[in-house]
């Protein structure tokens, strides 16, 4: 009698790990991964920010004004982080709340923001595990990183960036100032060259260029093979999602 009982326990215990094992491998990749970045599972979304626009006035009209989105003073870091985290569940991939969040964490100097619950670092990890395909993330990534001085760690996710995406001068601008920054000066330039080909406006990476007796201007022939980025022709300000300004004046900046 007891044998029977434990190997109907034992049957139930088996059916269930398959059940799990079932419920488990039938959800999304995103939502199946353990990382210590938590799962993208969300009661809204989450959704790709650039093919759901239907759905982003619902989320920002609440929490993500320009107060949020300027981190003005009248808000509190609490307050602020806990609105920039709510938009980046529904849209892990969100730019400018993720380039948001990231100035939020360099105000304070802590790499978790008061108010959110994951690092700076876990809200880039979520949105290239979300969309892998995306380069603007891993763009807003390596500025962050240069932003704060992990020049090397920079360079590995604009040069991420440049391999994913069309040409875009916001990428290759800040990869030229990153190398610059390790004094890979041959490399800066290449970078520096390309975004100027593709019209970027800001001159601080040339100038940094010269001061180190490094700046050459481009050969006729180089100018003439320069790619013409049409993302950049295309794109509205939010789909550039380029931080360009603030990069101008991030506290790396030399010149």
Not at 199 to 206: H, Y
Request: charged share 25%.
């Amino acid at each position: 009698m007891n044998q029977r009982v434990s190997l109907a326990r034992l049957a139930t215990i088996v059916v269930g790990i398959v059940c799990a094992t079932v419920s488990v491998l039938s959800m999304p990749a995103f939502a199946q991964d353990m990382s210590a970045c938590g799962s993208l599972q969300f009661h809204f979304g989450p959704y790709d920010y650039r093919s759901n626009a239907d759905k982003h006035d619902i989320v920002e009209r609440f929490h993500f004004n320009q107060d949020v989105q300027n981190l003005r003073r009248g808000q509190t870091a609490e307050t602020a982080a806990g609105d920039i985290s709510y938009v980046l569940r529904v849209f892990p991939n969100h730019p400018r709340a993720l380039d948001a969040m990231a100035r939020q964490s360099q105000r304070e100097k802590r790499a978790t923001p008061r108010g959110t619950t994951y690092s700076i670092d876990c809200w880039f990890e979520r949105g290239m595990r979300f969309q892998p395909d995306d380069p603007i993330v891993k763009m807003l990534y390596g500025i962050h990183l240069l932003r704060i001085g992990k020049h090397e760690e920079a360079v590995k996710y604009l040069e991420l960036a440049k391999s994913t995406g069309e040409p875009n001068g916001n990428v290759l601008y800040n990869l030229g100032l990153a190398y610059v920054k390790l004094g890979r000066f041959e490399q800066a330039l290449e970078n520096a060259h390309a975004a100027y080909d593709l019209g970027f406006p800001l001159e601080g990476l040339r100038n940094q260029l010269m001061r180190a007796g490094k700046w050459r201007e481009a050969s006729p022939a180089t100018a003439a093979q320069a790619p013409v980025s049409r993302a950049a022709e295309d794109a509205t300000p939010e789909q550039a999602a380029e931080p360009s300004p603030a990069i101008e004046t991030a506290p790396d900046r030399t010149d």
